[in-house]
């Protein structure tokens, strides 16, 4: 069970936008910024977004992310069949002292 | 050119302990701000953040796992070390070293290694 709360699936068709949800509490991303992940099938987790809604460079803007509240969402515009891949988000946690992730959305390219 | 790669055994047995090396290139753990956390991920399943250590050599542990896990920095080696003792076959995972960069996210991994608990 994981701290923050995604849905395990997501799809889309290419060129349309999806939106990928992040529920957590007043101790993670109510008081911490959130981060957003890329695992692309067997390699290892790529930083997508930090601080809420920055882009590393080398991210293509069509990924963006945003944090209401004790909430965050990441969106991808102008869907690409490479984008198929699981998404994770992850705050730090004051209660816990400690990194908490959600359990991944699994996001399929129709 | 920042670079981070995992070593360890592939398989242990119930019970034993598990010693795992992160040898990172670009960067120093005695550099001020620096950090580097150890996160796990089990076949099938989702991330699971493990520990953390600060340049400072603060160490910070997941509650769930903190009583079976001990982080180290050797800063002369490059290293960060990750030990577990008392492994289960639910500790089978593939395990990521990682660095801290802006905004206290995990701007570079590892390539990961897979670690199975069978007798």
Redesign the interface.
Known sequence: Q?VLTQPPSASGTPGQRVTISCSGSSSNIGS??V?W?Q?LPGT????LI???N?R?SGVPDRFSGSKSGTSASLAISGLQSEDEADY?C?A?DDS?????????TKLTVL | QVTLKESGPALVKPTQTLTLTCTFSGFSLSTSGMRA?WIRQPPGK????LA?IDWDDDK????SLKTRLTISKDTSKNQVVLTMTNMDPVDTATY?CARY???????I????TMVTVSS
């Open positions: 994981s911490n910024t981060n992940y695992q290892a987790p790529k930083l930090y601080s809420n920055q590393p994770y992850a730090w816990l002292n400690g990194k908490v992730f959600g359990g991944g | 956390s989702a991330l699971e953040w953390r910070f542990y997941s509650t990521y960069g802006s905004g206290d996210a995990f701007d991994w590892g390539q990961g």
